[in-house]
């Protein structure tokens, strides 16, 4: 049995059964952090003469209780008359948090008054055997006063930049994926979360031979994740995968922290990365397409009835309300988008009238298609070291040799938004007005990060999204860029897998000449082939 008080002495839960089994729900306790605890205690009996075991402790540190009581309890049995348990306490323990930087020390002095040794972890303590005398001489308001004083200063130390998210990352490596393709996957979740102005401060990966309906990872692994992310301080869970909405809920209500999956960290850094009001309306349609399916469940204040003049009695939940709100808000997006596109295809045939060819610059996130853009033409796009650095497309004028007459030709070559592994299909639906200039071009220039060590998988990405587009795209030359930090090796087998492909370095302006030759014969191997 476990009896759960409060500061006061108040007795608020009681429950059959081990300290795991009636544990409070994350969302039913006190608003706590990583700088306090909880302000309850629990006090457990147990049958065996033996400390708390792991899942105990582990049940202690996910609810940040105060403390945890065992009283080991023996002569247990029912007497012939009366039907009664009799039995007494034979021996307690005492148990607690401890800060990770200073555990040592403050073991040891919180449990001085004890005047015994203790058996450590990294992120608890717990007394050797005490008799009940000595258990109920404790002053527990002094020793939580302590802890928290040392969570506080510890605390204070980590929040060197509160304006970052603290995040857990949690990959799960299904059968049909290679062990090299999960760390690819991570590695680049990692830099996603890194884009979009979080700190990574540990990864959780586990192996299934199929993801769990409710929880994705399973109960088990939920705990480790919830413990995980109590002890480092984080304050933001990200999956490496799309989470349904009943997922994320029950993940949420499980770890007591915010869970994000994939898609929702590309849609911040999109929402980060727009700049023009064409960018930004599509990232506010992807947004909102997003999180309509996603509102039940988003607490209590979702699902109360609206407050004000014609809102009270049986009418419209503040949920429905919302949602209603929001599919106003997505089908004028979606008129915008609409006139947009109308816009963009006018702006096409006027280009097509004048016979100027022109070519689109596809490729993964952060192959250098603006910086190649900017080399070739002399434009003034933003580049940086980023993934999806620049959204909005932008077409510059690129003077090529003609390839009979060898005079000087025109040619536009337009800078798309970068592609992605598993690109989220509301990210598609609503970047169409955009993804329309890969279509529609005569032909397309497709980069690879020749120095990414899954240079071969994006490539393979790229054309999968390329293949899912409404019309096909026009003929495509590959190009292989920052061939200055590759091996010789990794330009072998390059070259021997696209024999056909240019290699340059767009930052060092190696090949661009070769490029330019080479766009020359793919403009006219397109105007012939139309």
């Not at 955009?434 to 393979?460: G, K, M, N, Q, Y």
Request: charge should be negative; charged fraction near 20%.
């Amino acid at each position: 049995m476990c009896a759960y008080l409060n500061r006061r002495g108040q007795v608020i839960r009681v429950g059959v059964g081990t300290p795991r089994q009636t544990q409070i729900p994350p969302l039913e306790l006190p608003r706590y952090g990583a700088e306090r605890l909880s302000g309850i205690r629990c006090i457990a009996t147990h049958l065996k003469p033996e400390p708390p075991n792991e899942a105990a402790l582990t049940a202690m540190a996910l609810q940040r209780l105060d403390a945890l009581v065992v009283l080991n309890i023996t002569g247990t049995g029912f007497t012939r008359r009366g039907g009664g348990a009799a039995g007494y306490v034979k021996e307690t323990y005492l148990a607690h948090l401890t800060p990770q930087e200073s555990h040592a020390l403050l073991a040891s002095a919180a449990l001085s008054q004890v005047g015994s040794s203790a058996v450590q972890s990294p992120s608890w303590s717990v007394s050797s055997p005490l008799s009940l005398d000595e258990l109920t001489q404790q002053d527990f308001l002094d020793l939580v006063e302590n802890l928290e004083a040392e969570f506080q200063r510890e605390f204070v130390a980590q929040q060197v930049d509160i304006d970052h998210d603290r995040v857990l990352i949690v990959g799960v490596m299904t059968d049909e994926m290679t062990p090299l393709a999960f760390h690819d996957t991570l590695a680049e979740l990692a830099r996603l979360v890194d884009t979009a102005g979080g700190d990574v401060l540990q990864t959780v990966q586990q192996k299934r031979s199929r993801i769990h309906p409710q929880t994705v990872v399973g109960e088990g692994k939920v705990q480790e994740v919830a413990l995980t992310a109590q002890t480092l301080g984080a304050n933001l869970v990200v999956f490496d995968r799309d989470l349904s909405p009943a997922q994320v809920r029950n993940l949420e209500a499980q770890i007591g922290l915010r869970v994000v999956d994939r898609t929702e960290v590309i849609l911040d850094i999109f929402a980060q990365r727009a700049q023009s009001r064409a960018g930004k309306l599509q990232v506010e349609l992807a947004q909102l397409e997003y999180m309509l399916p996603r509102l039940t469940g988003r607490g209590q204040a979702m699902s109360r009835l609206g407050g004000g003049i014609g809102t009270r009695g049986p009418g419209e939940t503040k949920l429905e309300t919302e949602r209603r709100a929001i599919q106003r808000r997505i089908s004028r997006l979606q008129q915008e988008v609409n006139q947009l596109q109308a816009h963009r295809s006018r702006l096409r045939q006027r280009r097509q009238h004048r016979e100027v060819p022109s070519v689109a610059l596809v490729g993964y996130t952060n192959a250098g298609k603006s910086t190649l853009l900017n080399a070739l033409t002399n434009a003034e796009v933003y580049t940086a070291d980023q993934l999806f650095a620049t959204l909005d497309p932008t077409t510059r004028r690129l003077v090529i040799p003609h390839t009979e007459t060898g005079e000087p030709q025109e040619i536009l070559l337009t800078d798309t938004v970068g592609f992605i592994h598993e690109l989220p299909a509301s990210l598609m639906d609503a970047f169409r007005a955009t993804l329309e200039e890969v279509t529609e071009a005569d032909a397309l220039l497709h980069l690879v990060d020749l120095s990414h060590p899954a240079w071969l998988s994006h490539i393979r990405a790229v054309r999968e999204i390329l293949a899912q587009m409404p019309v096909t795209p026009g003929p495509a030359l590959v190009a292989f860029n920052k061939i200055d930090q590759v091996n010789s090796e990794t330009l072998a087998l390059a070259r021997e897998e696209f024999p056909l492909a240019v290699f340059i370095s767009a930052s060092e302006r190696l090949g661009l000449e070769t490029l330019r030759h080479r766009l020359t014969q793919l403009i006219q191997y397109a105007v012939d082939s139309r």
